[in-house]
């Protein structure tokens, strides 16, 4: 694929110059060259991130008998992956799907509204001790003390081997109050004003005013929280033993699934046979959540990404 | 008398508010939005500034473990423990040695083979003649930062299987197997190749938008003058995004203990002759939760707490060297 794009840019400023219909100025030989290699080093890109996704998540739509002859698409269709995952027998996949939804929607509510109120009033430069209290979220981004103490903290709490752990350990997310804090401050002063001339008290100027002009920024953070919830589980790592399969995110259980010993599939015949298929498959169910909000990413990436550059 | 005279003072233009003054206004002023600020920082009370106190767990000598496998309660712990400092002292051992210059080998080959990466993909895709198409190359590009760590290691193993793997039958039919022994020799390579695998198209989307807010008056003049694609790219495109790329660059050198700890579990947990390999993040996850056998709480604590005042001292320099050259601090 990449080749062919070469070869049809190169053509194309073959015919350009010989009409002569172009910019008098002489495009160098040297930019040919680069752009070629360019397109080819692209598409040899594209090549390696496409390829190994379609080889693999074939798998899960594949006859287990033909697995090996995947290149990038099932040689021959079985669902049979997919019924499994539907059949009782999976109850851990669904149990752990349920609590990462929950892990994830709790978190990315709760955390971004909370930041976001936070950041508004030290986004007002009379705001008594605004420096100080800014510090006082910047230091916990600068230091911690590591696994141990949080580990022990939500030990005596009886929260271990419970998603609330998760949850309540990821709700602080200074990096979000900062983006809030940068965006209320380019806000202007005289929007507001004009609100509370109109007679709008403070909670309804922040609710009614000040969020509905934040709406992308909210969007922004909030789609990386997710992808953070979603895709994550270093504090599972922690917080969740591997034994305890009820109160498991996705990606841990996955991670579980795929690392343990598979002792008990011994007593399955299908499970053993369509091993790999139905690690597949349960994969490429973890990923519809991602693949549903992936049109925010392409919007994101033809919107310039404006948002990413605004100032951490 | 004095009544009217503080008045006028107070009214007058002229006068500089002293603090007090300044602060009851303020309160007066955001009574009504103050308490926005309670419910983000009880959280960071409860779960960033309590745990702080855990430095000093490091303190501490391997009563405290006893007490805390006897599910004591932490405050009793640390009251009928004893204090120490040989802690701190034992932990500079060959395993933390290991780690930690596994851990700055690892987030030094980053920022110079990924870190570039990302730039030159970005140069490239602005370059196109078609930004849609770019754009479309930078959607793919983007797919395996939305993908846990767990699919990308398990996508990457399946290809490289020498039995029915895709690629790995091909490397196997040249290497008749060796490439396998040599994964599991040398980690490092691998390590870096799935980091960039997953994230350098997600890297570039920002460089990307800065370069194509560049103003194209700039390329067609050097066009004029003669430069090729390269010359621009080199005197052009890289000045103009310079503060983007040394903010980012600041970034990454600020997390240069830390290189994840869910890549070096999946990709190094399970075999114990890989502890030569350890990071620093698997190390403590290793210590303080590990299987369960090895686990050394104060050993733990003492190597985070070393972790944590390095990653404090990078940080702490990355943001004087912002506000130094780019006039802005990180925060």
């Not at chain 1, 360019?38 to 390829?51: E, H, N, Y």
């Not at chain 1, 939500?154 to 998603?163: A, C, G, P, T, V």
């Amino acid at each position: 694929m990449g080749k062919s794009i070469a070869l049809h840019i190169r053509s194309a400023s073959f015919f350009h110059g010989r009409k002569g219909t172009g910019p008098k100025v002489h495009q160098p030989v040297v930019d040919v060259v680069i752009r070629t290699i360019s397109m080819v080093i692209l598409g040899f890109f594209v090549i390696l991130i496409i390829v190994p996704l379609l080889n693999y998540f074939s798998l899960a739509f594949n006859d287990p008998t033909y697995n090996e002859n995947v290149i990038i698409f099932p040689i021959r269709w079985d669902f049979s992956s997919f019924a499994y995952l539907f059949s009782s027998n999976s109850e851990g996949f669904w149990k752990s799907f349920v609590n990462s939804l929950i892990i994830t929607l709790v978190v990315t509510v709760i955390s971004n509204l909370i930041e976001a109120m936070a950041a508004y009033p030290l986004s007002k430069l009379d705001c008594p001790f605004r420096k100080g209290i800014l510090m006082y979220f910047v230091i916990t981004m600068l230091f911690s003390a590591g696994i141990v103490p949080i580990y022990l903290l939500m030990r005596s709490f009886n929260l271990l081997d419970n998603i609330w752990s998760i949850i309540l350990c990821s709700i602080s997310n200074v990096f979000n109050l900062l983006f809030y804090k940068s965006f209320f401050e380019s806000v202007p002063k005289e929007i507001e004003e004009a609100a509370t001339v109109d007679g709008a008290g403070s909670l309804r100027l922040f609710f009614d005013i000040v969020v509905p002009m934040a709406l992308p920024v909210f969007g922004s953070c909030c789609f990386f929280t997710i992808v953070d919830m979603w895709n994550g589980y270093g504090a599972a790592l922690i917080f969740i033993k591997t034994s305890a399969t009820d109160s498991m995110p996705l990606a841990y259980y996955l991670y579980v699934m795929m690392t343990q010993d598979t002792s008990k599939t011994q007593y399955d015949i299908f499970l053993q046979t369509h091993m790999d298929n139905i690690q597949a498959a349960s994969f490429l169910i973890s990923i519809i959540p991602i693949l549903l909000i992936y049109p925010y990413v392409v919007k994101y990436i033809k919107s310039g990404a404006t948002l990413g550059s605004v100032k951490e | 008398m004095t009544n009217s005279a503080s008045e006028r003072r107070l009214t007058s233009p002229y006068h500089q508010k002293n603090f007090f003054e300044k602060t009851a206004e303020g309160f007066k002023k955001n009574r009504s939005i103050f308490w926005f600020l309670i419910p983000a920082m009880a959280f960071s009370l409860i779960f960033s500034y309590i745990p702080m106190f855990g430095v000093t767990f490091a303190f501490k000598d391997t009563s405290f473990n006893d007490a805390m496998r006897r599910h004591a309660s932490i405050l009793g712990a640390l009251i009928y423990s004893h204090w120490t400092l040989n802690t701190f002292a034992s932990i500079f051992d060959n395993t933390f040695w290991a780690a930690l210059s596994n851990s700055l080998i690892i987030n030094l080959l980053k920022l110079f083979l990924i870190f570039p990466l990302s730039i030159i993909l970005a140069i490239q895709l602005a370059d196109m003649k078609s930004q849609k198409l770019a754009k479309l190359i930078l959607i793919i590009l983007c797919i395996p930062d939305f993908l846990s760590w767990t699919v990308v290691i398990k996508i990457w193993t399946n290809f490289f299987n020498p039995d029915t793997g895709l690629l790995g039958r091909l490397l196997a039919g040249v290497t008749s197997g060796n490439h396998v022994t040599y994964f599991e020799a040398s980690f490092k390579p691998l390590f870096l190749f799935y980091a960039a695998w997953k994230g350098t198209g997600w890297g570039s989307i920002l460089y990307y938008a800065a370069i194509t807010s560049i103003d194209k008056s700039f390329y067609e003049a050097a066009t004029v003058e003669g430069a090729n694609l390269f010359q621009k790219a080199i005197y052009l495109t890289i000045p103009s995004i310079g503060a983007t790329i040394a903010l980012m660059m600041v970034l990454s050198i600020s997390g240069f203990t830390s290189v994840g700890l869910e890549q070096a579990q999946l990709m190094l947990n399970g075999a114990s002759y890989y502890e030569k390999e350890w990071t620093l993040d698997l190390y403590i996850w290793q210590l303080s939760i590990g299987d369960g056998a090895g686990v050394n709480y104060v050993q733990a604590a003492a190597v985070g707490v070393f972790n944590g005042f390095v990653s404090l001292f990078l940080m702490l320099t990355g943001n004087v060297l912002t506000t130094k050259f780019l006039h802005e601090g990180l925060w």
